[in-house]
């Protein structure tokens, strides 16, 4: 690439001043695309920052080679949704088609300036997954209002300026803001609007320049003027008018006014012949004298059929699942244009960055004066947690060996590192990268930023010290320290015997609010505890083989994890609420007067077990043999003294309704309760951790059986064992209703935290049935949603743009009177289906043919149920779905005007909210479970220890695993109170290892999801099989008729 003189001496300052950054995600140093062969040609392309660079292309080289030079050299990943423009030799405005070579598109390449640009405005920019593309959108909205382009009321025209503003000089100071207004013109007429920007300004204090893009861009969408690009033209009568193309459909103003719209869906077909331009609608059944074909006259042919050509991209592009394939050639004769489009649809550009790894680095912004630590203080950096793989083939600028890039400093550092991964972070570290200094930022429990700085010559501390003092100060799961690296989502480390050195990886918010998504898979690295395998083998042959002995050994270690779930209670919650004196003595009574003799029972029960193993496996007394291998007469023991307490097991589910309605009526329990959910102990929702005596119970029952299976009748266990099967099937069966009906009220509690815009979602009767991600048809296309069905219910919700994560409810579908239908043949949308209620209908679309047949069998045993009813429940319509759509509405999403003076605190900081709950996984992996999953995954409960091994890593590292709510959690050991990464399960598959893998192992299974891959080996044929069935619970959905065969009311 030939640079021009004016362009910054460093790569990382092409996109502005080097003290105020923010991130990319494609990592230096890719390769660019393989040029063509032939002579090269210098070509310049001007970018949204109004700078020019200057690229060598070969003549052969096409359009999409270009563009993808241009990308590269951004380190931009989702640049299908720019393009670049130029004037041709009639000139007019055209752009590069990807196809053709770019040097027969542009004649005079010494002559010719291309621009890059936004060439496709999604509805939404929260689609967008990367910080640097929403500052390139920022930038052309900036753009588009200098030029007029983009035209507002005065209202908005002022509060979009007061966000750029904001995002190049930071916080208001009047002198400052005034003189920057005098300097710089952001729209034809700011003068008479400076009082009104300046006014607008002062309440942006503490908005970081990604959360100003992120605010334009919120209120931009909302004009209707936004993406809007006017191409002159007359109908029949001979009226001026102006066409336009938008992600909905043909758009046409009179003016800078709407005056019609055409959606694609009722478009048939788009063409042109000579100046006219032809658009053919599908008939309207409702309207016998609707006009078949449209019919305007443009200003020549050249102009149609650049108009064409662009609207049969936005087609393509929002409306499409994959690129459509070229159409094949004709052997005589040609009709029509072979034009088609080419490149990525926007679902496979968002598919691609969800489903990729990416690595963070560092962007800089030209206009923006705001120094480094204003954003490294910002919750709100990065959109997704993703993470690039090293081997992606992805181009980057041709002058990554350049090393006095200030992107490159942050790299140069070579210290160990320790990472751990978790899909649930508190608030976010990010760090400057130097090249003097090792900078770490750690973030404290409460939300404050202490930084920590060593010279150079200083040393970094070991590992260990690193992973003691994170583990110290972050929440459950994540460890965060960097040195001189950028934020990044952690990956897969190798763990290497001999080197022993690891990346580190820092967790980062987006500018929304959100939390980083729950894909991401757990990480957790210590050289101490890594075993070689020649120990291992050795040890495992010291210990007896046989199954009896590993089924007494499931039973100590799900004893293990059940005495610290009993500790959640009895112990953490007990000090937690001790400190605030929030909790009334009669619900503080209810709880630990319960719960405090269960653990007490328990503790001694595993001493016991303990006691026992100890002597199966011969490190105690190892002359004894026969008297004690054998766990059934400990089992009988217990269980008899386990029934004396049925009445403590009885009145642990009225202690969670208790709870329940203590928290409604007091605000802050019900806070107290939140904050204690955020603390490392309580490492799943707190609710379910009153279950768990119950829960325990059904485990008890399942490990006697298999010990009885296993057993011959003349076995000295046999008979013992038989007998406490007896004893706690019985009990089983006499708290099995209640256990049924707590668990769907602790679903309901669940779900209440993660849904917002509906109220009294828990109500007498309701159950829940469903969960998951379907594609909901509007006008704006297919629209990711969150469907939760229940007995009388169809709710769907969008993801919130709130930093608590939740839900908001969008509409409510009753069930009474519904009908559903496949509709594939009729939308021409794969696994979709109709859902017709009495007020308005819903097209829906599902992942693939399973999930749609899911759905499908659930709602239609759903709707049975609700018409088996006395109709519909006034209490159940009316239960205040506060977002809920008026029958006038017809399904359609809007929104209101207050929206846009209601944008500037859409970012309004929320308390902080697990982001990686079952909805939230179901969400980013796009697929559901049912109430009949999480039943299957409360009796498949496991814990044990697990070596695992990375795809590229040799060494095999031990850890203490938990599987429980559809994840694996981990731990160093099994004494830790809280895991320190978890990876939830929904959406992998297991597998056991092929032989071209190499994992000459025994017993080992494999967990994949797109490009995660985790192997984990285990100790015995038994846990093996084990495991492969408890996970394979997870990751594959039961049967959905058998949840809903009760009809007893619930007791709340």
Not at 238 to 252: D, M, P, Q
Not at 456 to 473: F, G
Not at 828 to 847: D, K, M
Request: hydrophobic letters at 35%.
């Amino acid at each position: 690439m030939v640079e021009p003189d004016e362009r910054p001496s460093n790569a990382g300052q092409r996109l502005g001043a080097p003290e105020s950054l923010g991130i990319s995600t494609l990592e230096p140093g890719q390769r660019p695309p393989t040029m063509p062969p032939g002579r090269q040609v210098a070509v310049r392309v001007q970018m949204l920052d109004d700078t020019q660079e200057v690229f060598e292309i070969s003549q052969r080289a096409t359009g999409k080679f270009l563009h993808e030079l241009v990308c590269a050299h951004l380190n931009l990943v989702e640049g299908d949704y720019f393009g670049l423009e130029y004037q041709d030799h009639r000139k007019m405005m055209v752009w590069l088609d990807l196809v053709k070579p770019a040097l027969k598109q542009i004649r005079r390449p010494k002559n010719t300036i291309l621009k890059f640009v936004v060439k496709f405005f999604p509805p939404d920019h929260t689609m967008l997954s990367e910080e640097l593309t929403r500052y390139l959108f920022a930038l052309q909205i900036k753009h588009d209002l200098a030029c007029g382009r983009l035209t507002c009321n005065d209202t908005s025209a002022a509060l979009l300026v007061s966000h750029i503003v904001q995002s190049e000089i930071g916080d208001f100071d009047d002198v400052q803001s005034r003189q920057h207004l005098l300097n710089n013109k952001y729209i034809p007429d700011q003068d008479a609007l400076t009082d009104k920007i300046i006014d607008y300004h002062r309440k942006h204090g503490g908005h970081t320049p990604a959360e100003s893009d992120f605010q334009l861009l919120e209120i931009a969408r909302r004009l209707e003027m936004y993406g809007v690009r006017l191409h002159p033209a007359k109908d029949r009568e001979g009226t001026k008018l102006s066409l336009a193309v938008a992600h909905t459909g043909i758009l046409v103003f009179q003016g800078h006014t709407k005056i019609n719209a055409f959606n694609w869906s009722k478009v048939r077909k788009l063409s042109f012949k000579r100046k006219r331009f032809l658009i053919k609608l599908r008939p309207d059944l409702n309207q016998s004298s609707c006009q078949d074909t449209l019919e305007f006259m443009m200003g020549s042919r050249d102009c149609c059929k650049i108009f064409w050509k662009i609207c049969v991209e936005y087609h393509a592009f929002f409306r499409l699942f994959e690129e459509p394939k070229p159409k094949p050639k004709a052997v005589l004769f040609t009709r029509g244009s072979s034009f088609r489009f080419s490149g990525r649809t926007q679902k496979q550009v968002m598919d691609y960055v969800k489903d990729s790894e990416f690595k963070k680095v560092h962007f800089e912004r030209k206009h923006s004066r705001i120094q480094s630590n204003l954003s490294l203080a910002s919750p709100m950096t990065s959109h997704f947690s993703s993470e690039m793989p090293k081997d992606r083939p992805r181009a980057s600028s041709l002058n990554a060996d350049r090393t006095d890039s200030p992107l490159r400093h942050g790299r140069g550092l070579e210290s160990a590192h320790v990472t751990v991964e978790n899909a649930s972070l508190p608030p976010h570290h990010q760090l400057s990268p130097a090249s003097a200094s090792v900078s770490v930022a750690v973030s404290q429990p409460n939300g404050h930023h202490e930084g920590l700085q060593d010279d150079a010559s200083s040393r970094a501390p070991p590992p260990q010290q690193l992973l003691k003092q994170s583990t110290d100060q972050t929440s459950t799961g994540s460890l965060g320290l960097g040195l001189g690296d950028s934020p990044a989502t952690p990956r897969g480390v190798m763990v290497n015997g001999q080197k022993q050195q690891q990346t580190l990886g820092l967790l980062s918010h987006s500018p929304d609010g959100r939390q980083p998504s729950p894909l991401t898979s757990p990480l957790l690295t210590d050289a101490g505890f890594i075993r070689t395998d020649d120990e291992d083998e050795v040890r495992r042959k010291r210990f007896p083989t046989d199954k009896a002995y590993f089924i007494a050994k499931e039973l100590l270690t799900t004893e293990r994890t059940y005495l610290k779930d009993l500790e959640v209670i009895t112990v953490a919650l007990h000090k937690f609420v001790s400190k605030e004196e929030a909790l009334p003595d009669s619900l503080k009574n209810v709880i630990f007067a319960n719960f405090e003799p269960v653990f007490k029972f328990h503790d001694a029960f595993l001493k016991e077990v303990e006691q026992r193993l100890q002597q199966w496996e011969g490190r105690s007394n190892a002359h004894i043999k026969g008297d004690y291998q054998r766990v059934g007469d400990i089992m009988l023991r217990n269980i008899q003294g386990l029934k004396l307490m049925t009445g403590h097991l009885q009145k642990h589910s009225e202690a969670l309704l208790e709870l329940e309605r203590t928290c409604r009526g007091s605000r802050r329990l019900e806070a107290l309760c939140r904050d204690f959910e955020l603390q490392k102990a309580c490492y799943l929702p707190l609710n379910i951790f009153f279950l768990r005596p119950l829960h325990r119970l059904m485990h008890y029952k399942q490990i006697l059986e298999r010990l009885c299976k296993h057993y011959p009748p003349t076995h000295d266990d046999f008979r013992d064992s038989r007998a406490a099967l007896a004893d706690i099937s019985e009990m089983v069966a006499q708290l099995h209703g209640t256990m049924i009906k707590m668990e769907n009220f602790q679903k309901l509690l669940e779900l209440k935290k993660d849904l917002i815009g509906i109220d009294n979602l828990v109500l007498p009767g309701r159950e829940f049935i469903r969960l998951g991600c379907l594609s909901k048809l509007s006008g704006k296309g297919l629209q990711q949603r969150m469907f939760f069905l229940f007995n009388d219910v169809l709710l769907y919700t969008s993801r919130g743009m709130t930093a608590s994560n939740q839900f908001k409810v969008h509409g409510q579908l009753p069930l009474y009177g519904m009908t559903i239908r496949e509709s594939e043949d009729e939308w021409g949308v794969p696994n979709s289906f109709t859902l017709f209620g009495q007020r308005h209908s819903v097209v829906v679309a599902a992942s693939s043919a399973s999930e749609m047949e899911k759905w499908m069998e659930d709602i239609k045993m759903a709707i049975e149920l609700a018409d088996k009813c006395n109709g519909p429940s006034s209490e159940i319509l009316g239960s205040s779905l506060t977002d809920s759509k008026s029958p006038d509405e017809g399904g359609v999403e809007q929104e209101s005007e207050d929206d846009l003076s209601a944008s500037r605190t859409s970012l309004e900081r929320q308390a902080p909210h697990r982001g990686n709950t079952t909805v939230h996984v179901c969400w980013h992996r796009n697929t559901s479970v049912s109430m009949v999953d999480f039943s299957v995954a409360v009796e498949n409960q496991l814990s044990g220890n697990l070596l695992r091994k990375f795809k590229n890593s040799n060494g095999w590292q031990k850890l203490w695993v938990v599987f429980t709510n559809f994840s694996l959690f981990f731990y160093k050991s099994h004494q830790d109170d809280y895991p320190l990464a978890s990876l939830p399960l929904l959406g992998y598959s297991i597998t056991i290892p092929s032989e071209s893998e190499n994992i000459h192992k025994d017993y080992v299974f494999k967990l994949h999801f797109k490009s995660h891959v985790y192997y984990f080996r285990s100790e015995s044929e038994y846990t093996f099989e084990r495991w492969m069935e408890v996970i394979r619970s997870a990751t594959s959905s039961s049967c959905h008729a058998r949840l809903h065969s009760r009809k007893d009311p619930y007791p709340y």
